[in-house]
């Protein structure tokens, strides 16, 4: 069964940086497209950026410039750079594996998720 375990959540102070992680088991990652998603209390969950087994990315237009999403095929693993951290990021985190294509993006599993809370 396909294992998507987040971890680097946690505090932090209006802009700082964290870095999560998210590490993938029962999967050839190196074939997957991947995403990461964001839900705070009483709001729908949101895309924030993927990364197509070929590397290209796509940000949600209001992170873009603030976050980057990577990938190391070696650790299968992804990862997410945020920088100038907002209060208004504060929200649970999700990986995902995902399906791009030019029209959309299809998720097909989910992560549990780690909480991220900025301060002001």
């Known amino acids: 069964q396909v294992q998507l375990v987040e971890s680097g959540g946690g505090l932090v102070q209006a802009g700082g940086s964290l870095r999560l992680s998210c590490a993938v088991s029962?999967?050839?990652?190196?074939?997957?497209?991947m995403g990461w998603y964001r839900q705070a209390p009483g709001n729908q969950r949101e895309m924030v950026a993927t990364?197509?087994?070929?590397?290209?990315?796509n940000y949600a237009a209001s992170l873009k410039g603030r976050f980057s999403i990577s990938r190391d095929n070696a650790k299968n693993t992804v990862y997410l750079q945020m920088n100038s951290l907002k209060p208004e990021d504060t929200a649970v985190y999700y990986c995902?594996?995902?399906?791009?294509?030019?029209?959309?993006?299809?998720?097909?599993?989910w992560g549990q998720g780690t909480q991220v809370t900025v301060s002001s």
């Open positions: 029962g999967s050839i990652f190196s074939i997957n497209d």
């Open positions: 990364i197509t087994r070929a590397g290209s990315t």
């Open positions: 995902a594996e995902v399906t791009v294509r030019a029209w959309d993006t299809s998720v097909r599993n």
